[in-house]
Each structure stands twice: as structure tokens, then as C-alpha cells.
């Protein structure tokens, strides 16, 4: 099977502008979380999506938003970029839905820059 | 809220020799996974071992085994005859109905 993919890989945007960031899981997996890498943060979760609707979200202001459509893929949007949100952005798809101690199969990732 | 700790920002160990990365964590729950999830230069993130917590035993698979203290919540990893493909960062992290992840401990493998 094809692994998680993230398209696109790279990309650079100025402060005010918006971004869409797409991921196509594990073929058969329903199950799609976004996660923001930092340097010393770590991974932050961002939101989670299962048969199209939000089913967890983390502490993430409302620029952040995403959505997934009937064939499991997903995009999420940032608008009005700030500085600080240049970051790895990681996709990882499960088969279920907060599937308790499922594994995550993660994406290579977008890196995004914010000038 | 869940928080997952991992106290070494960076490690180096010499080719062959083992190693033990950190990890707490702290949760009221009790039924919970953890895992150790492994982040190599420019690669994509990997599994590398699971551990249920309504399990007595220590995970282990292949040269990595987990050090579980469910009373002490404490998860450590680990890593035997370390090899320099093992140079990688190394995330701790702790799921009930989210994942959360610890900050990573860069490891060096050197030759």
C-alpha cells in the first residue's frame, strides 16, 4: 500500500496570506490527524477528522481550520499567516477514529515558511 | 491534561553500545497506549514500539524494549548494539482518545 502522502512538500508564503495543505491517507484508512512540528515544541495536535467530521481538536486559534472529503483525503487551511506559524505541518492517518492505541502512520511532512 | 516529558533534549552514544531515552508522562486514566515513534533527518515518522498499559509486560521488538512503570508513569526506550541508522529524533508518546507527544530527544549515533 502507498503511504500517507503531503502535498505540497515545501512552501513559502508571506505574513497575511493563506495556505492549503493537502493529505491522502493509507488507502482504507478513515481516520485523519493534522499535527504542527516546531523545535522544542514538539508535536501539537491539531485537529482530527473521521468520515468528514471534526472529532478532536486541539488548542489552535481559528485561523486553523480543515476539512475532509468523502475519500478520506484531507486539507487544512491557515489563514492570515503569522510568522510563527512556520512550521513542519504532519499528517497521520489511523483506520478508525480515536482508535484507542491505533497506530499513526505519518506523512514526510509540508514545511511551511511564513516571511 | 495529559502531558508527556522527555527531560534529554539530546543524547549520543557510541556504534554498539545501548542507550536509554527518558519519557514521563502524567494521566488519570487507566487504560492507555504509549508509544515510542522515531523521526530520522529529512525522513518521515516511524513506529517503533507500542506499549498497552493494561500490560504488565515490557514491549520489546527487535534491539528496542520499553522500560514501563505505569505507578511512576514513566516510559523509557531502550535502544541495544545501537547502530548509526538509530541517529533520529525520538518522541515519546501517550494516547487515550488523542495523541500527545513529548518534545523529542535528538540521539547521535556515533561510529
Redesign the interface.
Known amino acids: 500500500k502507498a503511504?500517507v502522502t503531503q502535498t505540497p512538500r515545501y512552501l513559502i508564503k508571506t505574513r497575511g496570506q493563506q495556505v492549503t495543505l493537502s493529505c491522502s491517507p493509507i488507502s482504507g484508512h478513515r481516520s485523519v490527524?493534522w499535527?504542527q512540528q516546531t523545535p522544542?515544541?514538539?508535536?501539537q495536535?491539531l485537529f482530527?477528522y473521521f468520515s468528514e467530521t471534526q472529532r478532536?481538536k486541539?488548542n489552535f486559534p481559528g485561523r486553523f481550520s480543515g476539512r475532509q472529503f468523502s475519500n478520506s483525503r484531507s486539507e487544512m487551511n491557515v489563514s492570515t499567516l503569522e510568522l510563527g506559524d512556520s512550521a513542519l505541518y504532519?499528517c497521520?492517518s489511523t483506520p478508525l477514529a480515536?482508535g484507542?492505541?491505533d497506530?499513526?502512520?505519518?506523512?514526510?511532512?509540508t514545511r511551511l515558511t511564513v516571511l | 491534561a495529559q502531558t508527556v516529558t522527555?527531560s534529554q533534549p539530546e543524547m549520543s552514544v557510541q556504534e554498539a553500545e545501548t542507550v536509554t531515552l527518558s519519557c514521563t508522562y502524567d494521566t488519570s486514566e487507566n487504560?492507555?497506549?504509549l508509544?515510542w515513534?522515531k523521526q530520522p533527518p529529512s525522513?518521515?515518522?516511524?513506529?517503533v514500539i507500542?506499549q498497552?498499559a493494561y500490560k504488565q509486560q515490557n514491549a520489546t521488538e527487535n534491539r528496542f524494549s520499553v522500560n514501563f512503570q505505569k505507578a511512576a508513569k514513566s516510559f523509557s526506550l531502550k535502544i541495544s548494539d545501537s547502530q548509526l541508522g538509530d541517529t533520529a529524533m525520538y518522541?515519546c508518546a501517550y494516547?487515550?482518545?488523542?495523541?500527545?507527544?513529548?518534545?523529542?530527544t535528538k540521539l547521535n549515533v556515533k561510529p
Open positions: 503511504g490527524s499535527y522544542g515544541q514538539g508535536l495536535f482530527e478532536n486541539g504532519l497521520a480515536g484507542r492505541g497506530t499513526q502512520y505519518f506523512g514526510p511532512g | 522527555q487504560n492507555y497506549y508509544f515513534y525522513r518521515q515518522m516511524i513506529l507500542r498497552e518522541f494516547n487515550f482518545n488523542k495523541f500527545y507527544f513529548g518534545s523529542g
